[in-house]
Each structure stands twice: as C-alpha cells, then as structure tokens.
C-alpha cells in the first residue's frame, strides 16, 4: 500500500524516470498512477513507452514461469527432485506479482486521463501491445473515462483473440450501457469461453432490452451449470419470471408471451449496491462496510431442502471447502443438534460441528450428478486435498469422498484464506494459463470460526476500534483479487454460534454466490 501521494511538476519526465529507475516496484507503480494527474497526450505517451517495458519484462518472466512449471510436471508428487523446483516457482510468481502490481497502478492511473487528446493516444496504441495484462489494464482503465475514441475500442476489443480481453472489454462496457454495444456483445453469449459467456449474459441484464430474450433462451438449450444460473437470473430481470434454468419451459413461455415480453416489461429495479472492486475508494471505510452488510443480506437464503440449493450448486465443476479446524471439535448448538439428528461424534460423546458437518455431507454429496465434477479441500492450519483432480459425481467417487470426510481428523487453527488460493491455483492465473478455459466454475465453503493465518480477521481493540472491519475488508480485497478474471461463484455455509455475515456474506455477494447460516432447517 502506497501511503504518500506522488505529485508530479513540470518535470515529471524526469521525475518518472526517477522513480523507474530505482528498481523498487512499488515506486514504480506509483509512478504510472501519479502519471495520470499530469493528463496530457505526452504524458499518455511516456505512460505507453514505459509499459511496453513492464510487457517485455512481463512476457519474459511468464515464458520462464511456464518453462520451470514443465520441469516440475516432470516428477511425481512427493518426489524430493521436485522441491527445489517448486520453490523456484513460488520466487518466480512473487516475482510476476510485482508486475501485477505496477500494472494495477498504470490502469489507475490511465483512467485518471480526461484529456480528449491523450485519450485518442490511449485508443490508438493500446491495440498494438502483445501482453494480454497490458492489454486488460488498459481496457479497464479505458472503461472509466469517456469518448469516442475509448468506446470504439472496447467494442473492436470484444472480437479480441484473447478470451480474457473480451472478458475485461465485457466488464468495462457494463459501466458504460452504451447502445452501439448491444449488437457486438450478443455473440459473445455462446463464446468457446465460459467465462466470457458468463460476462456476457451480465452485462445483458443491464441493458434491460426484449431483442435478447430470445438469444439467450437457445444459448440455455446448449448450457449445463453455472452459465445456466446466469442466463436465468438474466432472462428473470427481462421478463420478471422464473423457471429454474429450464429451456423448455422458458421456450414454452416465450411462444406465448414474446408479444408481452417485446413490449418490455414494467418493474421495479432493485436497488443497486456498488460491485466491488480493487480500487473502489470506499473499499475499508465505515460505508462500505455497511454495503458488506447490505449485500450479503441480499445473497442470505434459509436452507431449502436441508441446504441443497448452496451445498449441490449447478455449477459444472465445483470444490468443496471444507473447515477442520480445533474449533469444529467444540459441541455443537442444540438447535442445530436437533434439525441433523446427529448423536454421537468423535469427542466422547458430545455432539460437535464436525458431526454435523459429517452428516450433512453424507446426506448432501449423494445429490450430485454424474456430469458434475468434485474434488475437496481440508483445511485449518494445513491445507490438504483429497484428490488434485476433479472427479466426476458417480456414486462410487462419492462414496470414497464420503468416507474421506469421515476419517479426516479436525485440529488447528482456520486458513481460509489459504485454502481459497489454494483452490483458486487450480483455475491458475486467470490471464495467461492454459486452466483459464478448464478450470472449476463454483466454490463451496463450509466454516464456524473467522480466518486466521494470512489476512486474518483481527478483533478491534482500543487504539482501532475499526480493526476488525479493516482486516475483513483487506481479507474480502484479497479473495477479490484472485478471482477478478476467473468468475468462480463462491457458495458459503457458516456453521453456529459465532456469525460470520461479514466474512462469509461478503465472499458470497462479491462472486455473485449465496450464502446461508445453518441455524436450523
């Protein structure tokens, strides 16, 4: 976190250069965002030049990633050779961190242009940039400011070779609403990507417009999981109605009510909160937490059928967090006893969470589909999987899940955090891996204590009486961060007595998943 403001003169060329040249990637970065302030069509090109620099380093140390990441493939799991290879690749990644970050600063910094002239600049290099990250920073940046120039190439953007591009241009248009989009964007809802055609399907919604009903009831007949949810939760701001994903039933009712329907319907929109974001000014104030609040509240569900519709999402490809920390060895709340019927656990008698976590996934997992994938994560200080692949939901897979879940011992301390980067290395990146177009589409986590380890949640104390809320809005920008490309919905469960409707609410509001509190059937 930068803490002081840079503020260039006239000077800035050489101040820039200054700042570049000491190697410090954080001075580096806050010379790319200070470069915005100076909004003229020279300043947008010394921030070009430079960022070509950022592309060259950046596609060199990602070509050296990918290469060192081949060695590894090459021995087994468990193999001490592999070791060293893997520390290798963790200095590596923290290397490309670096980069990351200086082009969070250069997209801020981007955006603050205004100037009609360096805009036209923007427009007119940002095309010819090879980096897929280069590109995206500019396409969000170009997302935030106006004229024609900007729109144009948003819209060239979403025809890009690049499925992430198309996907940034996607979210930056959904800002902007503009009626020239509509047609281009269309497509885009049967991209080969799914993410894309996710980001599609939302930005739909905010056009509000009759002429893509129809598109998206076909696209439905071809899509299976969380796409599916998308088109509904679409199609259900267009129409007003619901048919749980069903093609048939929607087509059914398009057939009957396409005059109606064309005419647009009359209804009262729902209040809007602000989608998170990174660098949203209000992330950590005292209002933004309240919208934490306001968000979740939205995404809260009681549980229907025992928990079904969090705990078997539709998505396709879906990992189960699951928390096996000390705390889940504590008894649990007679209310929650009760709704399981569980009777006797692991801890001589007393009925713990575990227990019934034990028990609503031996009554839950069954559910799934054979054309569903899963695998598991356990976690509390160490964070284990059952199996590194997903498989998919037969019952001979889910029997063995089942009795991994019943074997596996709770102990230790709460790393979610750990375990949603864990999990989220499986989709890698999200900008350059090869996962990007195979990765899982849904998280389900399942949690009774607040995060500890990395990006814990700290209670107030007198000197910071805003603490907690600080380290929960520092944790809820981390998850953030690492799925702002991949789109994984993030379903969450938290278990009794301690609340976590910051914590658990907000990862849920912020991935558009829901969130529920197992209270009582």
């Not at 979740?296 to 096996?324: M, N």
């Not at 953030?480 to 994984?488: A, D, F, G, S, T």
Request: contains cysteine; neutral net charge.
């Amino acid at each position: 976190k930068i803490k002081k403001e840079i503020r260039f003169t006239s000077s800035y060329k050489k101040e820039f250069e200054g700042l570049w040249n000491t190697g410090d990637f954080e001075k580096q970065g806050q010379a790319f965002l200070s470069l915005g302030n100076v909004n003229d069509a020279k300043s947008a090109k010394l921030m070009l030049d430079y960022l070509k620099i950022v592309e060259t380093l950046q596609l060199g140390h990602e070509q050296k990633i990918n290469k060192k990441a081949s060695e590894g493939d090459k021995f087994e799991d468990g193999d001490k050779n592999k070791v060293p290879v893997l520390v290798e690749l963790v200095k590596m990644r923290d290397q490309m961190a670096e980069y990351d970050f200086i082009l969070e600063k250069a997209a801020i910094g981007i955006s603050l242009f205004k100037d009609p002239q360096a805009i036209k600049v923007l427009a007119s290099e940002a095309p010819k940039f090879k980096s897929v990250m280069v590109k995206m920073a500019i396409m969000k940046a170009l997302g935030k400011v106006d004229g024609k120039e900007a729109l144009d190439l948003l819209i060239k953007s979403l025809k890009d070779k690049s499925p992430q591009v198309r996907q940034i241009a996607l979210e930056s248009l959904k800002t902007k609403i503009p009626a020239e989009a509509f047609e281009p964007i269309l497509p885009l809802i049967s991209d080969k990507v799914w993410q894309v055609r996710s980001a599609a399907v939302e930005t739909l919604a905010k056009y509000d417009n009759p002429n893509s009903i129809k598109p998206l009831i076909d696209q439905l007949k071809e899509e299976q999981g969380r796409v599916s949810e998308d088109i509904e939760k679409t199609l259900n701001v267009l129409t007003g109605e619901s048919h749980e994903g069903n093609y048939h039933a929607w087509l059914a009712r398009y057939n009957t009510e396409k005059e109606k329907w064309m005419q647009g319907i009359k209804k009262e929109k729902p209040k809007e909160v602000e989608v998170p974001t990174i660098n949203n000014p209000l992330r950590g104030s005292k209002k933004y937490y309240n919208d934490i609040q306001s968000r979740q509240e939205s995404t809260q569900e009681k549980p229907k059928d025992g928990g079904t519709v969090v705990f078997v999402p539709a998505g396709q490809k879906i990992i189960y967090l699951l928390d096996y920390s000390g705390s889940m060895l504590d008894p649990a709340p007679e209310t929650l006893i009760k709704s399981e019927s569980v009777i006797v656990g692991e801890s001589k008698g007393k009925t713990t969470k575990i227990d019934v976590l034990r028990k609503r996934f031996c009554k839950e997992l069954p559910k799934l589909r054979p054309h569903q994938f899963f695998t598991i994560i356990f976690y509390n200080h160490k964070i284990e999987w059952w199996k590194k692949e997903l498989v998919p939901g037969t019952p001979e897979n889910i029997n063995k899940a089942i009795t991994a879940v019943m074997a596996t011992p709770a102990e230790g301390s709460t790393n979610t955090y750990g375990a949603l980067e864990m999990a989220f290395n499986m989709a890698g990146r999200g900008n350059f891996d090869k996962s990007y177009e195979t990765s899982f589409d849904t998280v389900v986590l399942i949690s009774d204590g607040m995060p500890t380890g990395e990006y814990q949640i700290l209670p107030n104390s007198d000197s910071n009486p805003n603490l907690k809320q600080e380290s929960v809005v520092k944790f809820l920008d981390a998850v953030l961060k690492l799925n702002q490309l991949r789109r994984i919905k993030i379903n969450t469960i938290g278990i009794p007595p301690i609340p976590m409707d910051d914590v658990l609410g907000g990862l849920a509001a912020d991935s558009g998943g829901t969130y529920q509190y197992w209270e009582s059937k």
